[in-house]
């Protein structure tokens, strides 16, 4: 489908440059020749609109049968995506699952009261190396969706919404943006999608949603007269009509944000809750490892190691 002109202001000037909130740096780690960048959690923001965690994957080039290999461990009060740029990881859940997640395609696991899954790459025909590059997200959910049962979705690329026109090329991941709708059902308002902007192209912000945030992958963005290189996350005030516009080299950026929750999270491990009493039950859950009839179950296929609780 074409972009509407209409929704294509031209970026702000002046003291609009105020509507930037926060400017976060992510935390670089090293896992072994494979580097994670995290966004969310952040000392100043915990969370843009329901988004919780934000982890740059690479980019990276993985030998074959050789690179991300973890292990089955356990979620509670999130929903998760992996959203490639390239590359492949092998998903395995508690609820059966055993699916691919391969560039542009959604795969949103829903961990409600507790879901186990891995994530590898274990392909024995893979005899070249991969390159591997994406964003990790979790999605906290509301209290009344805490205590529901798992789930697992999957939408291919060719079923997201794809907006073409005037130098910009956006796919929408979840949500609602643009006046466009994602297949995938959220538990709450929110949107998230992945824009590739040509040299000087302009975006909008979405104006529909309480909280926004636009993180550079590749290239730059300037907004109001000052320039963002890749590795850097924007959050806005809320309520103004922004819009941001791609460096000289162009850019590739990750728009996200939506419904503001109830309240802030406690996080702990890969334990999200409103309460600090649901992460210590789900703690003594996965420390007793009762597989066969306790609250967590080891996804089949993939059941003969897991990762312990840690210590702290």
């Not at 780690?29 to 923001?45: I, N, S």
């Not at 991969?130 to 979790?138: A, D, L, S």
């Not at 969706?145 to 130098?167: I, S």
Request: hydrophobic share 40%; net charge negative; charged share 25%.
């Amino acid at each position: 489908m074409s972009w509407n002109p209409a929704l294509d202001p031209h970026c702000p000037t002046g003291d609009q440059v105020d509507a930037i909130e926060t400017v976060i740096i992510p935390r670089a780690r090293d896992l072994g020749g494979f580097e994670v960048r995290r966004a969310l959690p952040a000392p100043r923001r915990q969370m843009v609109g329901p988004f919780i965690f934000f982890d740059q994957m690479g980019p990276a080039e993985f030998l074959p049968t050789k690179g991300l290999d973890v292990r089955p461990h356990p979620h509670i009060g999130l929903a998760t995506i992996s959203y490639l740029y390239r590359g492949r990881m092998h998903h395995r859940d508690s609820l059966g699952t055993d699916a691919w997640i391969e560039p542009g395609a959604v795969n949103w696991m829903v961990a409600g009261h507790g879901i186990t899954h891995s994530e590898r790459i274990d392909d024995e025909t893979q005899t070249d190396p991969m390159p591997f590059f994406g964003i990790q997200t979790w999605v906290a959910l509301p209290k009344d969706h805490e205590d529901r049962a798992p789930e697992f979705e999957h939408a291919p690329v060719e079923a997201l919404p794809f907006l073409e026109g005037e130098g910009k090329s956006v796919r929408l991941i979840l949500g609602d943006a643009w006046g466009e709708r994602a297949p995938v059902k959220t538990a709450s308002e929110m949107f998230y999608a992945d824009a590739v902007l040509e040299a000087r192209a302009a975006i909008p912000l979405p104006d529909n949603h309480e909280d926004r945030g636009v993180y550079v992958v590749e290239g730059s963005v300037t907004i109001a007269g000052e320039t963002y290189e890749a590795g850097r996350m924007m959050v806005f005030r809320p309520g103004d009509n922004l819009s941001l516009q791609a460096g000289p080299m162009g850019a590739r950026v990750m728009l996200l944000g939506g419904e503001t929750l109830e309240g802030s999270r406690y996080i702990w491990w890969n334990f999200v809750a409103s309460s600090q009493e649901r992460i210590e039950e789900a703690k003594e859950a996965w420390r007793a490892g009762d597989w066969a009839s306790g609250r967590f179950h080891l996804p089949p296929g993939d059941d003969a190691e897991f990762i312990p609780l840690p210590d702290r």
